[in-house]
């Protein structure tokens, strides 16, 4: 079930959240205008992916973490994955007046946010990020074969824009002189944090070329801070931010910065899982957010039951067995309770939240 078939007149905010209503005023009418001229068009992987592989990954050994994580891969150079009329098609979705109307708000992370739009809303930002194609692309990328963790971490966007005909900001094409903001280089735009869930890909969807700054400050194993490279309009950038203490640096210049974000975890149901909620309760409708988040959870909990019966099952007429390996079944329960006992944490009160 998506979450508009679940709450079709909910907006994102909810009791107890950190984000509150925005209206479309917020925005500059200039860009909405813009986004709103494009001729809707479905996805189609063949004119809409354009990916290559980064010139360069870099791994959880080369900044200190060791085999901390699900994958051996931390971060990744910026690297082509839409196609220019793809961006297009997504900005015209996230603009769209729908859209803003129920999903336009701010909170304590960014003045404008938009997430939480299901595939209904935005069926090519959904279709795209769960195309064949792009999940290819973004698995080969983070070392692991991964999914969106669930529809509503589904294009998420971060929006900062001047308004039209502020002309305030320093000239873009010489950063602004030091004794300044500038020198603040460690300034973040969201703090230093680690994010909910394993993976990450970034996309940008604006033209930074006259921007200085927005790239990403990580926190090496031993404690170093190390700069890395931000995407460019249409590229994207993959981190396991789950396991990585980062933080985006303040951008100076430029028109607009729109970013969309979706969250990936290990499509094996097996595999390792480590994702919590504590980021995104508070700027979500948290039920919609319990919900999504208990079904995948325990359909990876089902996948496991099921291939643990089957051992237990095949243990039991295998010939010339001697005795039931309980040890090892009960190992396995164990691991399963934590599982729950996690869940049973996340899913609190979201009046306490």
């Given at each position: 079930?998506?979450?508009?078939q679940a709450?079709p007149?909910?907006p994102l905010?909810?009791?107890?959240?950190?984000?509150?209503?925005?209206t479309?005023s917020d925005?500059?009418?200039?860009?909405i205008n813009?986004?709103?001229?494009?001729?809707?068009?479905?996805?189609?992987?063949?004119?809409?992916?354009?990916?290559?592989?980064p010139?360069?990954?870099?791994?959880?050994?080369?900044?200190?973490?060791?085999?901390?994580?699900?994958s051996?891969?931390a971060?990744?150079?910026?690297f082509p994955?839409?196609?220019k009329?793809?961006i297009?098609?997504?900005?015209?979705?996230?603009?769209?007046?729908?859209?803003?109307?129920?999903y336009?708000v701010s909170?304590?992370?960014?003045?404008?946010?938009?997430r939480?739009a299901?595939?209904?809303?935005?069926?090519?930002?959904?279709?795209?990020?769960?195309s064949?194609?792009v999940?290819?692309?973004?698995?080969?990328?983070?070392?692991?074969?991964?999914?969106?963790v669930?529809?509503?971490?589904?294009?998420?966007?971060?929006?900062?824009?001047?308004p039209?005909?502020?002309?305030?900001?320093?000239?873009p094409?010489?950063p602004p002189?030091r004794?300044?903001?500038a020198?603040?280089?460690?300034k973040?735009?969201?703090?230093?944090h680690?994010?909910?869930?394993?993976f990450?890909c970034?996309v940008?969807l604006?033209?930074?070329?006259?921007?200085?700054?927005?790239?990403?400050m990580l926190?090496?194993g031993n404690g170093?801070l190390l700069k890395?490279?931000?995407p460019?309009k249409?590229?994207?950038?993959v981190?396991?931010?789950?396991y990585?203490?980062h933080?985006?640096?303040?951008?100076h210049?430029g028109?607009e910065?729109?970013a969309?974000?979706?969250?990936?975890?290990?499509?094996?149901?097996?595999?390792?899982?480590?994702?919590?909620?504590g980021?995104?309760r508070r700027i979500s409708?948290v039920?919609?957010?319990?919900?999504?988040?208990a079904e995948?959870?325990?359909?990876?909990?089902e996948?496991?039951?099921?291939?643990?019966l089957?051992k237990v099952?095949?243990?039991?007429?295998?010939?010339g067995a001697v005795?039931?390996?309980?040890k090892?079944?009960r190992?396995?329960l164990?691991e399963?309770?934590?599982?729950i006992g996690?869940m049973i944490?996340?899913?609190?009160?979201?009046?306490c939240?």
């Open positions: 079930m998506t979450c508009e709450h007149d909910t905010h909810s009791p107890g959240g950190h984000c509150k209503k925005r479309p925005l500059p009418p200039s860009i813009k986004a709103r001229e494009t001729v809707k068009e479905a996805f189609d992987a063949h004119k809409h992916v354009q990916f290559e592989p010139k360069k990954i870099l791994t959880m050994q080369e900044l200190g973490f060791g085999d901390r994580g699900i051996p891969n971060v990744s150079d910026p994955l839409f196609s009329s793809a297009e098609q997504m900005r015209a979705e996230i603009f769209s007046q729908p859209v803003l109307d129920k336009h909170s304590v992370f960014a003045s404008n946010q938009i939480g299901g595939p209904r809303l935005t069926p090519f930002i959904h279709n795209a990020w769960n064949p194609q999940l290819a692309a973004v698995s080969q990328v983070a070392g692991v074969d991964l999914i969106p669930f529809e509503y971490d589904t294009g998420h966007c971060n929006v900062s824009v001047r039209d005909g502020d002309t305030s900001t320093p000239p094409s010489s002189p004794g300044t903001e020198e603040k280089d460690e973040e735009v969201f703090g230093w680690e994010d909910c869930f394993p990450v970034v940008m604006s033209d930074c070329s006259e921007m200085v700054g927005g790239e990403t926190k090496t170093e890395v490279r931000g460019s249409g590229t994207a950038v981190m396991q931010g789950r990585i203490p933080a985006a640096l303040a951008a210049g028109r910065r729109i969309m974000v979706t969250s990936f975890r290990p499509r094996d149901p097996h595999a390792k899982d480590d994702s919590f909620l980021g995104v409708h039920p919609t957010v319990y919900q999504q988040y995948y959870r325990l359909e990876n909990l996948e496991r039951l099921r291939r643990e089957k099952r095949m243990e039991g007429k295998a010939v005795e039931f390996d309980y090892r079944t190992a396995w164990e399963q309770r934590d599982f996690v944490e996340e899913l609190k009160d979201e009046k939240c």
